[in-house]
């Protein structure tokens, strides 16, 4: 099998999309195909042997051939005519703006690429944090109190300090900031601010147990271990990517049955059927033995393979089980119908 892995694009997790995507490279058996979105959202295949993190902030990928995305998949142009870039499925590997909102999915929809990954309707859903929250509570998973402020509002925060300040629309712990006290908010607002016109603000609770579950569903559901991350007040960029680049440690939650099977279920509901298709990891809170969902993660960082056994045989299977779309009749009788009505 021939994978295609699809990463970069106009997004502030850009750089996070290249690491994810090098990191694959050492953990999928099969053959591996590079397509890398720029900042000016231009297409180009990378030689899979020279794929480097060097190659991106040189510039040195725009002498590799670039590709247009049409009907059947990704071309380049030739001398005569153009040459398909040919793999059996594609994995939207772009983290953030781009590749979590809902852009890259309906492109891909819309030109029939066979791809895993979130589509549309879970990418704008758990791309916006409130969204999120309305999603969870609807399929009965429990979520902190939570308030969305728009920039410029003149609302008063209900929330009690200390809480956290989120950008309503951004991964990777960018832009977040923790207000303990009333001296705090002017900045930790100005910084969400920066990434987006409204932040979310939820309870802050220091020492809360985290923990973390990927899994997709194929004829059944595959569950990764339970991760329980080691931080300090949160899980900040540097934490969650360059320490765990360094040391490469995930740390196995040790949990009561109740409590593992409770966060498992919790995930079912998430999942199915919003993410039918997709590789996800969800991240949840444990405060007095009840579970609370703290974030959807639609295309996690390196795909959280790193919290798999066998994560190329979940790929594999996986692409089995890609949702269909409907097929359409292609016929005109409503207007032919409405035509001879007319005596036209």
Same mark, same amino acid.
């Given at each position: 099998?021939?994978?295609?892995? *699809? #990463?970069?694009a106009?997004?502030?997790?850009?750089?996070?999309?290249?690491?994810?995507?090098?990191?694959?490279?050492?953990?999928l058996?099969?053959?591996?195909?590079y397509?890398?979105?720029?900042?000016?959202?231009?297409?180009? $295949?990378?030689?899979?042997?020279?794929?480097?993190s060097?190659? #991106? &902030?040189?510039?040195?990928?725009?002498?590799?051939k670039?590709?247009?995305?049409?009907?059947?998949?990704?071309?380049?142009?030739?001398?005569?005519?153009?040459?398909?870039v040919?793999?059996?499925?594609?994995?939207? *590997?772009?983290?953030g703006?781009?590749?979590?909102?809902?852009?890259?999915?309906?492109? *891909?929809?819309?030109?029939?690429?066979?791809?895993?990954?979130?589509?549309?309707?879970?990418?704008?859903i758990?791309?916006?944090?409130?969204?999120?929250?309305?999603?969870?509570? !609807?399929?009965?998973?429990?979520?902190?109190?939570?308030?969305?402020?728009?920039?410029?509002?003149? !609302?008063?925060i209900?929330?009690p300090?200390?809480?956290?300040?989120?950008?309503?629309? *951004?991964?990777?712990?960018?832009?977040?900031?923790?207000?303990?006290?009333?001296?705090? @908010?002017?900045?930790? @607002?100005?910084?969400?601010f920066?990434?987006?016109?409204?932040v979310?603000?939820e309870?802050?609770? &220091?020492?809360?147990?985290?923990?973390?579950?990927?899994?997709?569903?194929?004829?059944?559901?595959h569950?990764?271990?339970?991760?329980?991350? =080691?931080?300090? /007040?949160?899980?900040?960029?540097?934490?969650?990517? $360059?320490?765990?680049?360094?040391?490469?440690r995930?740390?196995?939650?040790? @949990?009561?049955?109740?409590? /593992? /099977?409770?966060?498992?279920?919790?995930?079912?509901?998430?999942?199915?059927?919003?993410?039918?298709?997709?590789?996800?990891?969800?991240? #949840?809170?444990?405060?007095?033995?009840?579970?609370?969902?703290?974030?959807?993660?639609?295309?996690?960082?390196?795909?959280?393979?790193?919290?798999?056994?066998?994560?190329?045989?979940?790929?594999?299977?996986?692409?089995?089980?890609?949702?269909?779309?409907?097929t359409? &009749?292609? /016929?005109?009788?409503y207007?032919?119908?409405? =035509?001879?009505?007319?005596?036209?």
């Amino acid at each position: 099998m021939t994978i295609a892995v *699809l #990463f970069g694009a106009q997004s502030f997790e850009h750089e996070i999309s290249v690491v994810s995507a090098i990191a694959l490279k050492k953990v999928l058996k099969s053959d591996i195909v590079y397509i890398f979105c720029d900042y000016e959202r231009n297409f180009y $295949l990378i030689p899979t042997d020279k794929i480097t993190s060097k190659r #991106f &902030s040189s510039g040195e990928y725009k002498k590799d051939k670039p590709l247009y995305l049409k009907q059947g998949g990704f071309f380049a142009k030739k001398m005569l005519g153009e040459e398909k870039v040919t793999f059996d499925v594609m994995i939207n *590997l772009i983290h953030g703006r781009d590749g979590e909102d809902g852009k890259i999915s309906s492109m *891909l929809d819309f030109f029939n690429v066979p791809y895993i990954g979130p589509r549309t309707e879970g990418s704008c859903i758990s791309y916006n944090k409130l969204f999120t929250k309305l999603y969870a509570k !609807e399929v009965g998973v429990n979520v902190l109190d939570y308030q969305a402020l728009r920039k410029g509002s003149n !609302e008063s925060i209900r929330i009690p300090y200390p809480f956290i300040v989120k950008p309503l629309r *951004l991964g990777s712990s960018i832009g977040i900031g923790i207000v303990k006290e009333e001296k705090e @908010l002017s900045y930790a @607002l100005d910084v969400a601010f920066e990434f987006d016109d409204t932040v979310l603000i939820e309870p802050f609770m &220091s020492g809360v147990k985290e923990y973390n579950l990927a899994g997709c569903k194929t004829n059944t559901f595959h569950f990764s271990i339970i991760e329980e991350p =080691q931080k300090e /007040e949160f899980l900040d960029f540097d934490k969650k990517y $360059l320490d765990f680049s360094r040391t490469k440690r995930v740390n196995e939650a040790t @949990l009561d049955s109740k409590t /593992e /099977e409770g966060i498992r279920e919790a995930f079912v509901k998430l999942y199915d059927p919003l993410f039918l298709g997709a590789l996800i990891r969800c991240d #949840f809170f444990v405060i007095d033995e009840k579970i609370y969902l703290n974030e959807i993660n639609p295309i996690p960082g390196s795909m959280a393979n790193y919290l798999f056994d066998d994560f190329d045989s979940i790929i594999t299977m996986l692409s089995g089980y890609l949702p269909k779309s409907i097929t359409m &009749s292609k /016929e005109y009788r409503y207007i032919n119908s409405i =035509q001879a009505a007319k005596g036209k």
